[in-house]
């Protein structure tokens, strides 16, 4: 055998090995209700209208609640004595429920798994079932964040997106989760069906007279399998949406909230650190109908979707069988689904966070990082992985350079969701 044979075969036998963890990444949970008043036509999320029938006039939240109970102690072996740093309840629309239905939840995680003392709740809600005892009785039960689907304090636009809320229900129900919750995120839209500059600094002025200590602002974009892909509305051009942006963007820098995320802006102390596990790679159980879960063992990382139809869900769970799917991350996957992730945090993640996160040595990347950087990307620093302004304008150009040449199409690999797609809104994730 050559010199030349003898590397080759060296690198072949490397790229054979899995991961290989000194110690596991922090652990969330993921919990998905899939039920919401009225499906928006932008929204591509496994959410389904509930429509009461003569057999059926309420929410089967008792059949489900006991389903994510179940769902939960048969994911026990995987997770046994790993700590949960965060809990987020999303949809849908989680709000649906009744307050004792969170409690009786909650109460059954913190029963099961060593939830930290300090754990951030977050519970997704929409403006349209607010009621301020239910919401006063979520915080009762243990939720510590709300996440209120806002998307625009403008009639005009919460028509054009199919939201049950109107304007003052909006503000009405953000006031009141101020004082309820305290920790509350506003979830906005921008560049909205003949949204212009104006009408969208008039938004953000009515978020920032609010003054809540997190806020979402995200591009609409036409997702695939919705009603406005099938039926496009008249959305500004790249131009005028750049121009939204920007005005988006300034604002909000100029109310001291701090850009921290691609769609993410927070006070000093208020980042959703749900999501932020995220985006470090961290390990997150989901469960509940159609959620994802990514787990970390000692030698591999497995990625697990749940049966998608509530039916078929409330039906394998009570089988002890939630699990649709479970796979193994490959070697050559892993380096593309960490930066996918991490380059979304505007001040990057340090470079050992890679190895961590991954169970790979950093030079399982350092081709693309030298390419990325080259093409002033990313930050030329080796001890922080971190994209330039260029690269957070071009994201998805800088993430692509990390997908492992494979036969596959690279689009697909691309359209992949590695972050649950009931747990993100936009481009990749929603806190």
């Known amino acids: 055998m050559s010199g030349d044979e003898g590397i080759v ?7 054979l090995l899995g991961p290989r963890f000194a110690a596991l ?9 899939p039920w919401c008043i009225r499906k928006c036509p932008y929204c591509d999320f496994n959410s389904h209208e509930w429509r009461r029938s003569p057999a059926s006039e309420t929410l089967p939240e008792d059949a489900y609640v006991d389903a994510l109970i179940a769902d939960l102690e048969s994911a026990l072996p995987g997770i046994w004595g790993r700590k949960v740093g965060t809990v987020f309840i999303g949809g849908g629309t989680p709000s649906l429920f009744s307050a004792a239905s969170i409690e009786r939840f909650l109460s059954a995680v913190r029963a099961r798994v060593p939830l930290l003392p300090d754990a951030e709740v977050t519970l997704e809600a929409n403006p349209g079932t607010f009621e301020r005892t239910k919401f006063a009785g979520f915080f009762a039960a243990g939720v510590n964040r709300l996440s209120l689907g806002v998307q625009s304090f403008d009639d005009r636009f919460l028509r054009a997106l199919g939201r049950v809320h109107d304007a003052d229900e909006a503000r009405r129900a953000a ?12 979830d906005l839209m921008f560049a909205l069906p003949g949204q212009t500059v104006d009408d969208a600094r008039r938004d953000v002025a009515i978020a920032l007279s609010l003054a809540p200590p997190h806020l979402s602002f995200y591009h609409l974009t036409l997702e695939p399998n919705t009603l406005f892909h099938r039926y496009p509305p008249s959305l500004p051009d790249d131009e005028a949406a750049a121009d939204i942006e920007d005005a988006v963007l300034g604002m909000l820098a100029q109310g001291s909230y701090e850009h921290y995320e691609t769609s993410a802006h927070a006070k000093a102390g208020y980042r959703c650190r749900h999501n932020v596990n995220y985006w470090r790679f961290g390990d997150y159980l989901g469960i509940g109908a159609g959620a994802h879960s990514k787990l970390s063992f000692a030698d591999r990382v497995v990625r697990q979707l749940r049966w998608k139809q509530p039916s078929q869900y409330l039906e394998q769970a009570a089988r002890g069988t939630p699990l649709q799917e479970e796979t193994n991350v490959s070697r050559r996957e892993l380096p593309f689904e960490f930066m996918l992730n991490a380059l979304r945090l505007a001040d990057g993640v340090p470079a050992s966070l890679f190895a961590e996160r991954t169970g790979l040595p950093i030079s399982a990347a350092t081709r693309a990082i030298a390419d990325a950087a080259r093409k002033g990307l ?3 620093n080796p001890t922080i992985l971190k994209p330039t302004p260029l690269g957070r304008r071009f994201l998805n150009d800088l993430q692509a350079l990390f997908l492992a040449e494979s036969p596959r199409d690279p689009t697909r690999a691309m359209a992949r969701r590695v972050v649950p797609a009931d747990a993100v809104r936009g481009p990749a994730a929603r806190p």
């Open 9 to 15: 075969a060296a690198v072949d036998a490397d790229a």
């Open 25 to 33: 990444p922090p652990l969330s949970l993921y919990v998905h209700i």
């Open 175 to 186: 006031e009141s989760a101020l004082m309820i919750f305290g920790n509350v995120n506003l």
């Open 378 to 380: 990313l930050e030329p």
